[in-house]
């Protein structure tokens, strides 16, 4: 594993070492004992050209818990694609750093800086898919259903056309799992990506409806997202109008099965997208579910930098 642009890009075994890594030095954390200073003189810079918490966060805290150290560069700092190219960027950084994690706008500039990059490039979040949060979310279904994950059902109720929509829909298909998006008319996930997961996941079961309650019948996990992803705030009247049937609330929850657990991936929108008393209810797991970014995270970088 070089870089870790999208959840597609890599196969079931990679993303499961990933996974057992982040376990193991999520446990050795809770042990008391701390992990091993595995990117000691290691140096991750950390480009944003969007804002964060979660992700920028735990990937400082993980470098740090790992020995390591983090670099934040602002795009009004650094002009990502603007002020300098990707590619120069990636060879100027190559140089004196050892990873380079991004969050952008147009996923070009991270497939610009892996392209030329000899060290791991990250993408933290571009408008075609959010894979570290997959990552994280894949540890979050772990912990309630268990390391088999086949045949189990994620039902994505919103935007199915966003970042997360498809790094979920990918993460499904290299688990085994079942996908339904519920979508209002015009942002189903689009054609062109389901095929491409076919092709990749043949198996896989990926279904698009514009029922919400059809699409959490039969739900283990239910997921939403906001309805207004950082750069469309010039759409959000009409989105959320256009998604009020699409909130997750009590009584679409009422439809799904008891076992069912809520996931978000945040910052979540209360009152929109998801109600106060399902996001602090019983079935909600989305705090957990941010923590493991953490420990996510720390698995990726110890693999990609650290060669475990
Ligand atoms: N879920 C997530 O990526 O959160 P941030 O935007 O706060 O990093
Ligand atoms: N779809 C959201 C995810 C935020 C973590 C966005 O891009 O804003």
């Keep these: ?49 969007k804002p964060s918490l979660r ?42 750093v050892h990873g380079i994690m991004a969050r952008v706008f147009e996923h070009q500039k991270l497939t610009d800086l892996a392209a030329v990059s000899p060290i791991p490039v990250i993408n933290a979040l571009s408008d075609l898919s959010h894979p570290c949060q997959a990552l994280a979310d894949a540890m979050t279904l772990i912990d309630e259903f268990g390391r088999d994950l086949s045949g189990k059902t994620m039902a994505y109720i919103g935007d199915g056309s966003n970042n997360m929509a498809l790094s979920l829909a990918e993460l499904s298909g290299k688990l085994g799992m079942n996908f339904i998006i519920a979508a209002p008319p015009g942002y189903e996930l689009e054609q062109a990506a389901a095929d491409r997961i076919m092709s990749h996941s043949p198996n896989m079961n990926l279904e698009m409806t514009h029922e919400p309650a059809d699409a959490v019948r039969y739900a283990d996990a239910l997921y939403t997202d906001t309805w207004v992803s950082m750069g469309q705030e010039s759409e959000a009247d009409r989105r959320k109008r256009l998604f009020q049937p699409y909130q997750i609330n009590n009584d679409l929850l009422a439809t799904a099965p008891d076992h069912a657990i809520v996931l978000h991936c945040l910052p979540a929108y209360r009152g929109l997208e998801i109600t106060d008393d399902v996001i602090d209810g019983p079935a909600s797991r989305v705090f957990p579910q941010a923590h493991n970014r953490l420990h996510a995270q720390k698995g990726l970088l110890a693999v990609l930098m650290g060669g475990q």
């Design 1 to 49: 594993m070089n870089h870790f642009l999208s959840i597609a890009d890599h196969s079931t075994d990679e993303l499961r070492h990933v996974l057992d890594v982040s376990f193991r030095l999520r446990s050795e954390r809770e042990s008391g004992r701390g992990n091993d200073p595995i990117l000691a003189h290691k140096t991750l810079a950390m480009i944003f050209e």
């Design 55 to 96: 992700t920028r966060v735990s990937f400082q805290q993980a470098m740090i818990e790992l020995g390591g150290h983090a670099i934040m560069l602002r795009d009004d700092e650094v002009g990502l694609g603007r002020r300098e190219a990707p590619q120069d960027m990636a060879r100027v950084l190559a140089g004196m």
